[in-house]
């Protein structure tokens, strides 16, 4: 049986856990705050001392962290590589800089272990639900071993490259998840400033050429009802586009949209929406514009 | 039997000329030049001495035509309004400032004629199949009177509100449109640039959060195979955003992402590609990046 | 004697007109609010029954009006251009469209009458003293013949070349005007964000490569003291913004900052501000960042 | 006599080494590139064998590197502060993040040893004619012992306040500079291609509102002539405006222009100029328009 050790039970985490316990692998976790290993113990998963601990009695290593000094953190300096027995296969689901994710795939391969870049899409929603997408960057020998635990987690599982590659196709994602829902929430306050009606234009742009999947399952599940309950905090999603503005500087790509985007992200935290969900965003135009986008 | 006239022959007008007569409607037809009326003579359709004389004889009067001079112009300077009979409905399916149509609306009331705010989503494409979205500004019941013809025309009829709210809600779509392709091109740029196969960006991101009838659609269609032949011009798309930027400067509603992607898409045109798809932002942004975006 | 005629009597023209009737002209006025003709009729100025019995008695007549289709009107249509003798010279000074002002000289040309453009930088302050810089556009003999009168008005007065000229060189001032101010208020927001002293920014800056006029006059007059007393209000940077960059649409030029800088202010406007001094854009950054920038 | 050591000889370096030696300073020197140090050894300058070393017998140790990393890589890691004598003062003249000044003058403090932030502005002419402006963060007392040095240096010494405050109000300055050049640049593109005349343009505009310190200098020297000759290349400019951004970012300021700004400038490094003059970004917009601003 394949032994599975989890690292992070946060909102993404902590969901993850329990869809593995659910597809019987054998469970170790570890996490930086004692109360989330004890939640999860509860339902009878191991609970190592260490990252080293964990990563000596594992067949896949999954992290689910914050950022990429998490990531690397955990691998070079709190024992994740140096307790791994060979033929390990780390598998980072994080969300990190893409340079960071083949530096430590170079780092692990030397020790005969695989470190593939594994980030979701589909929040605590789909994490919860088990149907994540899962974007997978490394070797593609190394995904076959660990596919049958990925897909304990996700809908689907793309191969979409070599190492860095998950990440990159996630930052892409995200850059258009961060640009098309401030653009949705700017067009909808015009479109509600000019008199149009919120359900209507959700409905008629849903069947048009404007159509996203923004607008037609997170608005309405987040913003319409006023609720901003996160799904994915504004704190990440600006995390993830600073990863993607960094992406575009090394690379000398053109991120005009991206940069702005950014900032209206920057004014919805800064006006107390850090760790509400990203489709705060709209609370920062409305209130600029003097009227709510709402259904009820 | 429902006699129609159509005011437009170009590449939306031509193709609902044609999809008239399938219908069976008795279609009469005004062009400002010649040769587009002679081609539609040829299918069966009459062809009006001025737009007046064409008003005279119709129950329902589509125009199809560039912005709103043309269509201020045709009605109250060039006879429609004046030849017209009462009871007449009036069906404008161009794009134009919402605060012209409720004036073009007030105006026509005055003589108990109705004008509806019309305009179409689907492009040249969804023109030729008949499968264009309608968004009706104005009252109800002379939309229920030319439904029928509409139904000859497009796939979706909606009734959005009155006067004016068409045309709104047609400006908050192409605010998506404008944002969201040109956001999908800097995405895209940066994921290639960064190492990243087209094709599986655009089936992992259309799986994913990021996902939008843009990428689904018009860039598979008219931007990954190089063509760029539209579709909808980078013209018409920059004229649509200029009427949404002065909305938003009418009703004091932001227009961040809006006012920059409309600078891109200036860029676009200057470098040459007015008359291409609007998905040629991407040109732009591969020139600078010095990449392509392709899936050949 | 130079008869000079001036429409037009607000927060400019006010002033102007003081400075025409101290410098001894023969001074007309006409202004749309009888009020406003009182006053000036109080020192000693004739007012005349129309724009047309303005313009049959004058040898120069002075527009100075809030936007092009103002400038329009009162020339082609309220009787300016019909009343006026041959060899009369007019003189825009408000800030209009360049086409426009195109439009006009060569409708007046025909004439035989001159039509400069001569918008003037200097805001309320320079007109009260005297002090505007004039840019000109149109015949330099018209110019030589209306020096005296200009020179009541302005300390400087550049001849910029053919007819709407003028209008350029002062849209291009204002975008930099525009952009600098938004540009100062956000720097100097991070800056106090960052712990740093306001006039010691506005010291060092001042004496450094990011010295500018905005940052050595209008922030210590307008906006340091938190009076946000115009000077220029924010309503007429937009329009002047608004004019930019419908000259960079004509001419495909890209005005990625403006676009950007016309939206902060539209922020402003919707903010409250629209009549407060332009650098009230500065309270709308505050507010996101919750910090004043003061040196009280 | 006060003995000064100099670390980083590039094209700021350089010149202020000379500087030094006209002033009589003891002067020794360290660069990671050996020729750098023959050139100056030339002149008379000691070269020290390492970093350390050269701090060992230095009252002074000025830096003037890259970036954050090379001067914590200096003091941390590759011996001053482990080589210094306790009353020794470290002035780093580079630009680095405020908060890594922060950190090394705490870590420096604890060994008796004043760590100043002292960034300059002024470009490579005023290194050269010894007129920098100097921003000084740290202890007042630190800085009126080393004044004598910075004064051989700099034409204007400010204390801006504690430790980071010299940075901080260095990327205050280089936001301007930046935002200012590109709006600059875009406003003059619009100008040309409105048929205005360049350098009436700049005469008109420099005696006006939208004056700047960058109208006035850096485009005649830099731009209007078509030599983009540095300067300050793009890439030093780009890596201030990335740390502006995260100054941004940790302190929730927001920095709208700057982030757009940062986007042109990125424009302008993958069209090739990342070692002009950060100027050069007026060729990115004129090529967009296709036109040219020049005085010639």
């Known amino acids: 049986m394949t032994r599975v050790g989890l690292i992070g039970l946060g909102a ?13 692998f054998a469970l170790t ?24 601990a964990l990563a000596s009695h594992s067949d896949v290593v999954i ?4 950022n990429s000094p998490d990531v690397r953190g955990l691998v070079l300096e709190q024992g994740l590589l140096d307790n791994a027995r060979p033929g390990t296969v780390f598998v980072d689901m994080s969300t990190i800089a893409p340079s960071v994710a083949r530096e430590l795939a170079e780092a692990c391969a030397s020790h005969d272990i695989d470190f593939l870049d594994a980030p979701v899409s589909g929040g605590t929603q789909g994490a919860q639900a088990g149907t994540l997408t899962v974007m997978v960057g490394g070797r593609k020998e190394a995904l076959e071993k660990v596919r049958p635990v990925l897909e304990a987690l996700g809908g689907r599982i793309f191969h979409v490259g070599p190492s860095g590659s998950g990440d990159v196709v996630k930052l892409v994602n995200n850059i258009l998840v961060g640009t098309i ?52 905090m504004t704190e990440l999603l600006t995390k993830d586009l600073d990863l993607a503005l960094e992406l575009g500087n090394e690379t000398e790509a053109p991120l005009f949209l991206t940069a702005l985007a950014r900032q209206l992200y920057g004014l919805s935290a800064s006006s107390g929406h850090s760790r509400d969900d990203y489709t705060s965003v709209l609370r920062v135009l409305e209130s600029a514009a003097g009227v709510e986008v709402r259904t009820a």
């Open 12 to 24: 993404m985490g902590m969901p993850m856990a329990r869809n593995l316990m659910k597809a019987r």
């Open 29 to 52: 976790v570890w996490a930086r705050r004692p109360e989330s290993s004890r939640a999860i113990r509860a339902v009878g998963a191991e609970v190592a001392e260490s990252p080293g």
């Open 63 to 66: 992290t689910m962290v914050t």
């Open 181 to 232: 829902a401030a653009a949705t929430a700017e067009a909808l306050v015009l479109g509600v400033k000019a008199g149009a009606n919120v359900a209507t234009m959700a409905e008629v742009v849903g069947a048009s050429t404007g159509a996203s999947w923004q607008l037609a399952n997170q608005f309405p599940l987040r913003a319409f009802n006023g609720s901003f309950q996160p799904g994915f």
